[in-house]
């Protein structure tokens, strides 16, 4: 899933189906010139066409610890459940993560 790495909780009870998840990807954008509004443009946009019921809940940029990013929360389905997601984009030296 081109991750770079995951990490999973644990499933809670035996009822439990879902393993809530944290993931990094990265991707190369030399040559592509786009900066964060046209990522963060293009990102949301796939979100509502690639994720069932895609609805985004929030979509802002945000400063931490001297770091801007920009950080979307959207719900939707796969499969039989019903997720809520958080992303946050950076982008570094013509280098996307998410």
């Known amino acids: 899933m081109d991750s770079t790495f995951f990490l ?15 993931n990094l990807k990265i991707q190369d954008l030399t040559g592509h010139d786009i900066n964060m509004d046209q990522y ?3 990102s949301t946009g796939q979100i509502t066409t ?13 400063m931490e610890n ?3 990013f920009h950080q979307v929360i ?6 039989p459940f019903s997720l809520k997601f958080e ?3 950076w982008i570094k030296d013509n280098t996307h993560m998410f």
């Open 66 to 68: 001297g770091i801007e």
């Open 87 to 89: 992303q946050r984009y």
């Open 74 to 79: 959207f719900t939707g389905k796969q499969g």
């Open 40 to 42: 963060v443009e293009i």
């Open 8 to 22: 999973f909780s644990e499933l809670s009870s035996e009822e439990d189906q879902f393993k809530e998840n944290v």
């Open 50 to 62: 690639m994720i069932s019921e895609g609805t985004i809940l929030e979509s802002e940029r945000k």
